[in-house]
């Protein structure tokens, strides 16, 4: 064991890990593994918020959602291109790790502040876990897909969440001494929550009711930074309200893409699509949990509507996480067709629903099996 290692009451050296958030989709999987490390008498955890997706509103929201204490520090280091937002976080978390001399790193998911991290971390010689390892599109396209394949490459301890990691890290040659299948952390807040998630009050504010309406999430570049795909899908969500209402909380870059190519009219007379700002954890889960179906472009909802049996149409072409569509309830669409969109939403509306099972360990125990390890 390291020599940087704190000792405790009892004289034991403790494990000092940073463990590192990016972007909204972290919260939900740091919170259950940096809140049972505070409780872990032989961790010492130190969170560090990158801000790479810095909004002090939303970011205060989820955190007391999540039942989080406020980050350790703050990084701020804000929005611009790939290459200028990941130096400027690898500049300012290097700083930390030399101040903090943690034993190990810890990241999640695919963000940029996912790869920056891990990248200063092993050029300091510092012990690097990623959570979520293993996951691919197979599309180089994204790039949360070069941020997995690097991260992956050379972090030290891989947690995988489901089989089809397994698979993709064997293929990919890395030692199976290095790896190991924990399950879905995502799935541990959604359960830890879902409880306080049903006395939120985001319906009755919404004005909706269960089961009679649509929870539409939107924010990739090929869907919403393309003119004629976004003419598509507000053509398709138009659609739809006809059958049922629309919940739809508007990502910052949808809405500029909305504005700038003058799409907004498409909504303005039509009360039965409710356009939001971006929610809380807890009232967004309340919607998800009581919608008839979900619409998407999200990696993690894919995930929490397997797990809660909720038919989700997911508008991309191709899924990291083929678990939610050979298990799950999830239904790729990977070409954008407004009559194929409306079909399978008419299939769901006649109970005509695709029936799924959950995938093995999304079972809430993934960050005590995580941290387990780490203190072995």
Request: charged share 25%; proline share 4%; aromatic share 6%.
């Amino acid at each position: 064991m390291s020599s940087r290692f704190e000792l405790n009451k009892k004289g034991i050296k403790k494990l000092k890990i940073i463990n590192v958030v990016g972007a909204r989709p972290n919260f939900m999987k740091i919170a259950p593994i940096h809140n049972l490390m505070l409780r872990t008498e032989g961790i010492e955890p130190y969170l560090v918020h990158t801000g790479q997706h810095y909004d002090e509103k939303m970011s205060k929201v989820f955190f007391e959602d999540l039942g989080m204490p406020e980050p350790n520090i703050y990084l701020k280091v804000g929005s611009g291109s790939h290459a200028v937002q990941t130096a400027k976080i690898m500049v300012e978390f290097e700083k930390v790790v030399l101040e903090q001399k943690p034993d190990m790193v810890l990241v999640v998911g695919d963000v940029n502040s996912t790869v920056a991290c891990t990248l200063v971390a092993v050029k300091l010689g510092i012990k690097t876990v990623h959570v979520e390892s293993g996951l691919r599109s197979f599309d180089h396209r994204m790039p949360e897909e070069i941020n997995r394949l690097m991260t992956d490459v050379v972090a030290d301890y891989l947690f995988v969440s489901e089989e089809s990691g397994l698979e993709n890290l064997k293929k990919e040659g890395v030692s199976d001494d290095k790896v190991f299948h924990v399950g879905n952390v995502m799935i541990d807040s959604l359960i830890n929550n879902i409880e306080a998630a049903d006395h939120s009050n985001i319906m009755d504010s919404l004005g909706v009711e269960k089961e009679d309406y649509v929870l539409v999430t939107l924010h990739r570049p090929s869907n919403v930074d393309d003119i004629i795909n976004t003419k598509i899908l507000i053509d398709t969500l138009i659609e739809v309200s006809k059958k049922l209402k629309i919940v739809f909380p508007v990502h910052p870059r949808t809405l500029k893409n909305f504005e700038k190519f003058g799409f907004m009219e498409g909504f303005a007379d039509n009360d039965r699509i409710i356009l939001t700002e971006p929610l809380g954890y807890l009232d967004f889960m309340k919607l998800m949990k009581e919608s008839k179906l979900l619409l998407t472009d999200s990696g993690g909802i894919q995930e929490e509507t397997t797990y809660l049996g909720k038919p989700c149409l997911t508008l991309r072409e191709n899924t990291e996480r083929p678990s939610t569509i050979t298990q799950g309830t999830n239904i790729l669409i990977p070409k954008l067709d407004k009559e194929v969109i409306l079909n399978h939403v008419d299939d769901i509306i006649e109970g005509r629903v695709k029936k799924g099972t959950v995938p093995k360990y999304w079972d809430g125990g993934t960050a005590e099996r995580i941290v387990e390890i780490l203190t072995r």
